[in-house]
């Protein structure tokens, strides 16, 4: 099972950094979900997004759910992921797939840089069902091969020469001053 991860991040839409939703939905969000459903067939989208995506009345946030359900895709957290409840992080899949499960928002007591508790974001965890991979089949060498096998080794693991004696008097000379 091959499942493509897409990790996102969309910097919330002001002046000064120039982002607009408008740019974002109309043009990189429709093409690359396009994309990403018509060459890949289990996918997984997270990360932040910035759409208030819990009011009903945004029409951001209601182009971008348009937008994934044109195609087949839906978005799975639904509780707040900020401090001022709305939610900004999405865990999207296929419609029809159950490739996560047990999707939970939780605050996970972070610091930052300072040691400060930060309460902006919460936590968004989930379990992805993906099933082991089948067992490997073990291969052994052959018995004609072990010898020769040995040999090689024999050859490349002889001792490299070691010149340790040209450090020896700079660092008898250097090391008990460094320590002082």
């Known amino acids: 099972m091959v499942v493509l991860l897409v990790v996102i991040y969309r910097p919330p839409t002001s002046k ?10 109309d043009e990189e969000w429709s093409s690359s979900l396009t994309r990403y459903t018509t060459t890949h067939k289990d996918i997984l989208i ?3 997004l910035n759409f208030h995506l819990d009011v009903k009345n945004d029409r951001d946030a209601q ?14 957290a639904h509780e707040p992921t900020h401090v001022h409840g709305h939610t900004l ?8 797939s159950n490739l996560v499960s047990d999707i939970d928002v939780s605050d996970p007591g972070l610091c930052d840089h ?13 379990i992805v069902n993906i099933p082991n991979p089948a067992p490997c089949k073990r291969q052994y060498p052959s ?7 040995s040999r ?5 693991s002889r001792p490299l020469p070691c010149h340790t004696n040209l450090a020896s008097p700079w660092m008898d000379c250097r090391l008990p001053t460094m320590m002082d």
């Open 16 to 25: 000064p950094n120039g982002h607009r939703s408008s740019a974002f939905l």
């Open 46 to 48: 997270v990360h932040g």
């Open 63 to 76: 182009r971008f759910i348009s937008v994934l359900k044109s195609c087949g895709l839906q978005q799975y």
């Open 89 to 96: 992080d999405v865990v999207i899949t296929r419609d029809t």
């Open 114 to 126: 300072m040691g400060r508790l930060t309460r902006d974001n919460f936590a968004v965890t989930f």
């Open 143 to 149: 018995e004609t091969y072990v010898p020769l096998m």
């Open 152 to 156: 090689v080794l024999n050859v490349t």
